[in-house]
């Protein structure tokens, strides 16, 4: 049995503009396949929600600081 690591308050996405924007997590979802399980976390960007894997999702201050380099 494996334990989750708690759901983060915000997360950041590149978006396919390329940009890198946060928002706050609206709730999460574990979603399985044949192959594999994920963490799916449900975003709110400007009014919107998207779903974001974790895979893709970043901490915010981490995100904008690797996109300065």
């Known amino acids: 049995m494996s334990v989750l690591p708690s759901t983060p308050d915000r ?3 590149e ?3 390329g940009d890198i924007r946060s928002g706050p ?3 999460e979802l574990v979603e399985a396949d044949v192959h594999d399980i994920q963490r799916v976390f ?3 960007l400007g009014g919107t929600i998207i779903r974001v894997p ?3 999702a970043g901490i ?3 995100a ?3 996109t300065r380099q």
């Open 54 to 56: 974790e895979d893709d």
């Open 15 to 17: 978006t396919l503009q």
């Open 11 to 13: 997360v950041a996405v």
């Open 25 to 27: 997590v609206v709730d």
């Open 42 to 44: 449900r975003v709110n």
């Open 64 to 66: 904008v600081t690797a």
């Open 60 to 62: 915010p201050d981490d």
